[in-house]
């Protein structure tokens, strides 16, 4: 079992920043990426960014050039750096990390979200 703890959210004015940052702890092992999703009202939960354990990332379109995603092995930790934040970025915020599974299967874990709004 892999927990997960968000922090890090909150309001901001468009054009503002927040870093939100997600804690593992358990059974961290066979981590194939870490990563962030979003989710607003009325749509489905998308890909906002990950990143493997070896560094490489990946983000969506909506985001590129403006969040960057990092991470600290030491801590087990996933950040989430958002810049020139826009109205559009306003969602419910869910971590997750992908473990390798027996038999080449994989399986999912989500924290419980972190709500960012990006109001004036």
């Known amino acids: 079992q892999v927990q997960l703890v968000e922090s890090g959210g909150g309001l901001v004015q468009p054009g503002g920043s927040l870093r939100i940052s997600c804690a593992a702890s358990?059974?961290?092992?066979?981590?194939?990426?870490m990563g962030w999703y979003r989710q607003a009202p009325g749509k489905q939960r998308e890909l906002v960014a990950t990143i493997t354990i070896t560094g490489r990332t990946n983000y969506a379109d909506s985001v590129k050039g403006r969040f960057t995603i990092s991470r600290d092995g030491t801590k087990n930790t996933v950040y989430l750096e958002m810049n020139s934040l826009k109205p559009e970025d306003t969602a419910v915020y869910y971590c997750n990390v992908e473990q390798a599974t027996w038999g080449g299967s994989t399986y999912d874990y989500w924290g419980q979200g972190t709500q960012v709004t990006v109001s004036s």
């Open positions: 358990g059974s961290i092992f066979n981590i194939n990426h």
